[in-house]
């Protein structure tokens, strides 16, 4: 059992964190497997949505959401945040869109930075499992079309007609119960 | 002309004779694979149902109804009253319980030893069903006894509610007949007919006593393939002095002549772990009411944190118990210690060890 | 890398004008390309100012072991929960005091074998590990030129007394570059006096720079970049300096998920110190009031 590192504080990501980091294979051990990521984070931040292999957006997903919650904790005036971002980020009018676009617009979020979806893949293929990993509050269209507050499908009519049973039978069980104690009552008194 | 025909005929098909029928057939049959006649498939593909949000409300809204039901339900305990239940005898064999192992840390011994225990919390199991052994066919058996045979009874025992809407209907069909929702676990213990539960009793951690014996069965972690070292603890082969390519392999696997083939049960690479594994004879060393956690002595408990064990009185002989335990189970009662001490124990609330001069 | 637009051509055309006014606003918020980084660290901050954080994630130097191990495998609320409340019990009995690596203690406990029954031992602590109730620290002393170092459990209830004689911080989380130290540096006197820090004064650092003795050592002490050893390049050979400039793992302070999963993240931290603020504030206040009626009292020392 180890002891959790005090030197520094970090904010909670509101993704789903591994117990281990993947390992990315390179020829440069680690050092190439940051590398790579750099790319792809870079990436992120300046298209804003895009389209890899599902091993490399999980991980990169990560270490954007860092990023991004970094630059929100400490702000552009804190020297390591600084140092960070122009590690990270490979193209260095991308800092100045990271701490005056991207930090205003997730200031006050409470869910993930990023979103991930899984992407179509040719059928009957041995296909490499895609992603499209974007940042929310992009000005691109959104890629779901589905309408999930649609009543008028048959499960919501359903629902809704069994919704308004249930309340009916609560409520006369209540009306009941009112009624029950003051019949009880009235003998006593 | 017919009848000559015929006549040949009948005389051909006299001569031919049956000297012995030789039926070739596969001397081993597998056993049939029979689930257990209470098993309903329970995973579900889960799909996204376009539900308002409105109606997804609604339908959490009816599940803690009956969530709340449920826990306001009486436990039938209480209406049996104490003289009808039957004694405990050594022979009887009681229900267990379904834990998950949280983790492990020190406790201290009144003589200052430090001690390991593992934690095992007891979430909320209720018995779901019991099968007199007259009914009772278990699947596993070969040839199956005879109906009556059995000396056991079988108890369905779940543990941890889940949501209804993750599990199949039929799954659920087995619980709401109790008037329960859903569990995450279901196991089945063999218990004698006298140590039956009427279903719907909730089962706690006083189930069992401080300083009884558990036998428990788990699954151990799962390392996947592995090497003869790690699998088997062979010691390899040196890292130098002239040693090429052979530091971690098993080396010679068995002898020439008659015997030159691998001999069954000669230990291999191979996969390791993830297996049910029974630890027998660990004692319980404290035990807490209010969260349903038992403290018992060692780290041996197979699985990682996190993992489902399931909790037996102890077979061995010599640790069996002596006098009778909570038996059929232990009641629900509110006036309860919080925490059950074994008598080895240190308590932290205490004043520090201090040794007399003699 | 590659935009990903599956629409239809008018959607594309509506999305194509939104972009071009949303690059608009962007453009606007931009500054001149020519401004570098540099020029943004110098301004005085205007509108970001550094979030307001929780007083009691100060907590985490005193008392390092109420956090858990941030390893998912081995993290369970419950456990966790349990484990404090018998770390306070054992603190209601015995006085743990605030204590860093470097500062001098004198640990009394209870030895079976010992003269007297108990056993003192003076030492500065070297090391502090383990999380909960399995914290551990290290005490070292040269005694007759022989060097001791004695490990104890923070929670062992043989534990009589823990002393601190002089509170003080060093310059690294770890000493065990003393075991290759000249032996003047840690030692330390058996019947050493307290020495009282005055009241609501910060922990002092001491910055004191070790000598190492000539090599072999126990440790490659040149790659482990230390403060607080002042001749490591007396003892070098090139051939030392060219593999620890090859060791040097430069990249690992950006890898921002390896700080992650060291951590346990702050709201994780605030939902620990609000279980345990309150008890542990009660127990400081209370050891103020008996070490203010100690000073009258001269406390006896005894000797194992």
New interface residues.
Partial sequence: MNQADITKLVSKLRIKVPPTHRRLRNPLGPEGRLNKLRKTVTGLIKYERIELNYNRADEARQYAERLISEAISHGDCHKPTMEIADFWLLEKELVHKLFKVLVPRFENSSSAFTKMYKAPKPAYARAIEKTILELKGNPYPSLTTRQPNNKLLLQNVLLDAAKYDYRQTKYAEIAEKMSTPEETKNPDS | MASSNLKLLCTLLSRIRVENVTIKRNLYQPPKYRPPHWYMPKERVLT????????RD??DE?RQDKLNLQTAMESPLSKIEPQETVQWNPTTRRVGLIARK??N??L?TKS?K?VQTT?L?VVDNHVIKYIPPEEYTPAKDYKPKKVGKYRLGCMLVGSETIDPTTVTKDYCGIFSSVGMLPKRHLCRFHVSPNAQLPTGTPLFATHFRVGDYLDIRAKTIDRGFQGVMKRWGFKGMPASHGVTKTHRRPGNIGAGGEKARVWPGTKMPGHMGNRWRILRGVKILRI?TK?N?LWTLGVGIPG???AMCYLFDTVLPLKKLQTPPPFPTHPPAEDLPLEYYDESI????????????T | MSLVMRKSPIEYFNAAKWIIRRECRYLSNLPEVAENSEVVEDKPPKGRKPRFLNPTLQYRHVYPEFLPDPNPKFRNSLREKLERADMLKRRSQVDIPEFYVGTILAVTIADPHAQGKTNKFVGICIERKGCGLRAEFTLRNVIDHQGIEVRYELYDPTIQNIQVLRLEKRLDDKLFYLRDALPEYCTFPIDMDPEILPEGSPVPVNTVQVKLKPRPWLERWERQELKGVSNIEEHLKEKDRVRRELRKTPWEKFDLMKDYRKTIPIEDQTEIWGEVYNQLQQMRVSRKKMSKQRTFTAPKTQLG
């Fill in positions: 996204d149902d376009m539900v308002t949000q409105d109606n609604f339908i009816v949280i983790g840390y020190p201290w200052g430090k934690l919390q807490n969260h956690v990682e944190t996190g240190h308590l932290f609330e205490q004043p520090s060890i201090t040794f007399e001069e």
